[in-house]
């Protein structure tokens, strides 16, 4: 089949469309045909070796997928051949097709085209897993999030609004931010000349942050927090290593908790498939009935997954980078 490879860490033009030996379905996995993936943040870093792919996972890029159910391996119920779906990947998503545990498998939502449901799975998971099983968001409670016009973004400030939440977040345009609160958003800010922490204070203090910034924003979002705040952070663009003041955490009773999808295991309670079961109970229901949409900003062919790549560095986008297969 063909797939994205890579011969050596670098810059996007070390993306190339060649050609890999063909995925089996092993116990409890089926095989996809791809219809399309979608970039992620992740998906540069590993291209940069600076994300080591977990043990026993595709050395292909993608983090998720949609596509129809081609082969179905021993011991797997409920998922016939001619299925469509889209799945939560380990990896494997930049190709023409791909294996994946059953059990991290979702129903092409009634009403979402296909290639449409690949902007679905990474960020419905994430979000859910980290802001509502976490961070146990509730209704009438303030959720910063980080980075609004982004996939995950997008799909946080529709998830925290349906769940009765007030939402304020931070983009670096106006149009982004305008986007924002067609969504829904109450509050938002441009992070480049607006000071998120006395916006959010004046708000009364964020409940729950959802970050992508790690160290950069570390202190500032505990400085943003109500009493009995929660950040839960997703990812380190602002680095890796942060000072954190324990005693103005305490004051407010707050916590840090931190946690990535991709390396969870398929079981358990904490694992992708526990994930994944959550999201099909809580998430799709709303999906289908259209309350809560994928935000795709453009499509582009798989083959040129290195202009969807470049995209993201830009922070040109707003919502998801469709990789489609023609």
């Given at each position: 089949?063909?797939?994205?490879?890579?011969?050596?860490p670098?810059?996007?033009?070390?993306?190339?469309?060649?050609?890999?030996p063909?995925?089996?379905a092993?116990e409890?996995?089926?095989?996809?045909d791809?219809?399309a993936?979608?970039v992620?943040?992740?998906d540069?870093?590993?291209?940069?070796?600076?994300?080591?792919?977990?043990p026993?996972?595709?050395?292909?890029?993608?983090?998720?997928?949609?596509?129809?159910?081609?082969?179905?391996?021993?011991?797997?119920?409920?998922?016939?051949?001619?299925?469509?779906?889209c799945?939560?990947?380990?990896?494997?998503?930049?190709?023409e097709?791909?294996a994946?545990?059953a059990?991290?498998?979702?129903?092409?939502?009634?009403?979402?085209e296909?290639?449409?449901?690949?902007?679905?799975?990474?960020v419905?998971?994430?979000?859910?897993?980290?802001?509502?099983?976490q961070?146990?968001l509730a209704?009438?409670?303030?959720?910063?999030?980080?980075?609004?016009g982004?996939?995950i973004?997008?799909?946080?400030?529709q998830?925290?609004?349906?769940?009765?939440?007030r939402?304020a977040?931070?983009?670096?345009?106006?149009?982004?931010?305008a986007?924002?609160?067609?969504?829904?958003?109450d509050?938002t800010?441009?992070?480049?000349d607006?000071?998120?922490?006395?916006?959010?204070?004046a708000?009364?203090?964020a409940?729950?942050?959802?970050?992508?910034?790690?160290?950069?924003?570390?202190a500032?979002?505990?400085?943003?927090?109500?009493?009995?705040?929660?950040?839960?952070?997703?990812?380190?663009q602002g680095?890796?290593?942060?000072e954190?003041?324990?005693?103005?955490l305490l004051?407010k009773?707050g916590?840090?908790?931190?946690?990535?999808?991709?390396?969870?295991?398929?079981?358990?309670?904490?694992?992708?498939g526990?994930?994944?079961?959550?999201?099909?109970?809580?998430?799709?229901?709303?999906?289908?009935?259209?309350?809560?949409?994928?935000?795709?900003?453009?499509?582009?062919?798989m083959a040129?997954?290195?202009?969807?790549?470049?995209?993201?560095?830009?922070?040109?986008?707003t919502?998801?980078?469709?990789l489609?297969?023609?």
């Amino acid at each position: 089949m063909r797939a994205i490879t890579q011969e050596s860490p670098g810059g996007p033009d070390t993306l190339v469309w060649g050609e890999v030996p063909d995925p089996v379905a092993g116990e409890g996995e089926v095989v996809l045909d791809v219809v399309a993936s979608a970039v992620n943040r992740a998906d540069l870093l590993q291209r940069e070796g600076n994300y080591p792919v977990p043990p026993g996972a595709s050395e292909v890029l993608g983090l998720e997928c949609s596509g129809i159910v081609s082969e179905v391996g021993p011991g797997v119920e409920g998922w016939r051949v001619g299925d469509e779906v889209c799945a939560l990947l380990a990896g494997g998503g930049y190709a023409e097709r791909v294996a994946v545990p059953a059990a991290q498998l979702l129903p092409r939502p009634a009403g979402v085209e296909l290639a449409a449901a690949a902007a679905l799975p990474e960020v419905a998971c994430t979000v859910w897993s980290n802001v509502f099983m976490q961070a146990g968001l509730a209704a009438g409670e303030l959720l910063l999030v980080h980075g609004g016009g982004s996939g995950i973004g997008t799909m946080a400030i529709q998830l925290a609004k349906r769940a009765g939440a007030r939402v304020a977040t931070t983009a670096g345009s106006a149009e982004k931010l305008a986007f924002c609160r067609e969504l829904g958003a109450d509050i938002t800010i441009n992070y480049r000349d607006e000071d998120f922490v006395e916006v959010v204070r004046a708000a009364g203090g964020a409940d729950v942050v959802l970050d992508n910034m790690g160290a950069a924003y570390l202190a500032r979002n505990v400085a943003a927090l109500a009493p009995d705040g929660r950040i839960t952070v997703i990812g380190m663009q602002g680095g890796r290593k942060g000072e954190l003041d324990i005693g103005a955490l305490l004051a407010k009773r707050g916590s840090v908790y931190a946690a990535g999808l991709r390396g969870r295991p398929v079981e358990g309670r904490h694992g992708k498939g526990a994930v994944v079961a959550a999201v099909r109970a809580h998430v799709w229901p709303d999906v289908e009935a259209g309350r809560v949409r994928p935000v795709v900003h453009t499509r582009l062919p798989m083959a040129r997954a290195a202009d969807g790549h470049r995209i993201l560095e830009e922070s040109s986008h707003t919502g998801k980078v469709l990789l489609v297969n023609d």
